[in-house]
T-cell receptor
Framework: GAVVSQHPSRVICKSGTSVKIECRSL??????MFWYRQFPKKSLMLMAT?????????EQGVEKDKFLINHASLTLSTLTVTSAHPEDSSFYIC????????????FGEGSWLTVV | AQTVTQSQPEMSVQEAETVTLSCTYD???????LFWYKQPPSRQMILVIR??????QNATENRFSVNFQKAAKSFSLKISDSQLGDAAMYFC???????????FGTGTSLTVIP
């Protein structure tokens, strides 16, 4: 079964509203989690690195005020898409690193966001 | 910057036959990891195989094996005895040893013909 869970798996929201996606490590502590975005038939693009208890590190070109990342505990990171627009519609995937120095990373099942 | 290139957007293979998916990458690092991930229609990323750059021996996992050519920066995936369940999008990925971000290729869509 999945060791990294994302919720919701699918969400539809109205343009201008905000939506939160959760990424949970189920049976391990994850000090570092990563958020990716995948457009249809495209590759995964890293959006940001989320570190527990500190600010996320965003990749170039990713608006940090639009994609708010919070990593308040060792098992939970959240991605909030603020003032969503149709162009934000995409598949969002998180991944989590096991432990502080671990080399094993698990991916979540992904979340489909549709903004109408 | 690390780049990963998959030059085959689509591939097809007859069931029970063998297929090879290509991947090249660019890096100035000497220590890193390479991966092949499978993404079926469910979109769940499934690790197929992993290779540490410091290891000369090619990784093998049952019907899946790689041909890792470090000098050429090439990392191809061979799927033997292809099964219908192998049909998926396959992503080649690079990860630095000191970091944990993945850099993905553009993917190869594999079709298995019964």
């Amino acid at each position: 079964g999945a060791v990294v869970s994302q919720h919701p798996s699918r969400v539809i929201c109205k343009s201008g509203t905000s939506v939160k996606i959760e990424c949970r490590s189920l049976d391990f502590q994850a000090t570092t989690m990563f958020w990716y975005r995948q457009f249809p038939k495209k590759s995964l693009m890293l959006m940001a690195t989320s570190n527990e208890g500190s600010k996320a590190t965003y990749e170039q070109g990713v608006e940090k005020d639009k994609f708010l990342i919070n990593h308040a505990s060792l098992t939970l990171s959240t991605l909030t898409v603020t003032s969503a627009h149709p162009e934000d519609s995409s598949f969002y995937i998180c991944s989590a690193r096991v432990g502080v120095f671990g080399n094993t990373i698990y991916f979540g099942e992904g979340s489909w966001l549709t903004v109408v | 910057a690390q780049t990963v290139t998959q030059s085959q957007p689509e591939m097809s293979v007859q069931e029970a036959e063998t297929v090879t998916l290509s991947c090249t990458y660019d890096t100035s690092e000497s220590d890193y990891y390479l991966f092949w991930y499978k993404q079926p229609p469910s979109r769940q990323m499934i690790l197929v195989i992993r290779q540490e750059a410091y290891k000369q021996q090619n990784a093998t996992e049952n019907r899946f094996s790689v041909n890792f050519q470090k000098a050429a920066k090439s990392f191809s995936l061979k799927i033997s005895d292809s099964q219908l369940g192998d049909a998926a999008m396959y992503f080649c990925a690079y990860r630095r040893n000191t970091g944990n971000q993945f850099y993905f290729g553009t993917g190869t869509s594999l079709t298995v013909i019964p």
